[in-house]
């Protein structure tokens, strides 16, 4: 054998080599793009996750055991690593005030937030009361017939990522 066919030789088996390691690669490539694509409908472009945040209406697409959940229509989120949580004040009534028995008192406050507020819940003793979803955020109470109770009233804001700050005060009836 001359160096010619010991060369054409060589070369044929290092092609060889070269082809049985590589075809596997770019299989497996086109296995992960597919992985990848499998969802019909294209990938939000931007990532969503708040652990604290349940979601009243989720869409769910689901593909073998990975769940994907997307948020609420017309509820695009600004900032998904959003921490700061929204701020919440009562205006009225006022910490400490005396409301009358048996009589409808307004509860209200002001929320702000960095993205957005979501609600404001009114909670009396702990029950919730009332739910708004806009400003202003009132809510009507009727005082029970009970003179001399103390109540704890809270107003618990939330923005749209979830996070949530609440501010409490106390009212007695007479």
């Known amino acids: 054998m001359n160096n010619r066919n010991l060369l054409l030789l060589f070369s044929v088996g290092a092609i060889v080599v ?5 075809v596997p690669v770019l299989q497996q490539k086109q296995v992960l793009r597919q992985q990848a694509q499998g969802l019909s409908q294209p990938l939000p472009t931007q990532a969503y996750r ?5 979601p009243t ?12 959940t997307l948020p609420p229509e017309g509820k695009a989120y ?17 910490n400490g005030s005396q409301v009358q028995v048996n009589t409808s008192v307004t509860l209200s406050a002001t929320a702000t937030d960095n993205i957005g507020v979501s609600k ?10 009332c739910v708004t979803k806009s400003s202003p955020y009132t809510c009507v109470w009727q005082v029970p017939f009970q003179a001399n109770a103390t109540y704890v009233i809270i107003a618990r804001a939330y923005d749209l990522t ?8 106390i009212v007695h009836s007479q």
């Open 78 to 94: 600004q900032a998904p690593n959003d921490t700061i949580p929204p701020t919440v004040t009562f205006t009225s009534p006022q």
């Open 57 to 68: 209406n989720p869409a769910e697409t689901t593909n073998g055991n990975v769940t994907v």
């Open 120 to 129: 404001v819940e009114f909670l009396v003793n702990g029950n919730v009361l």
């Open 162 to 169: 979830g996070n949530l700050t609440s501010q409490s005060i």
């Open 50 to 54: 708040n652990p604290f945040f349940p």
């Open 18 to 22: 070269v082809l049985a390691v590589l």
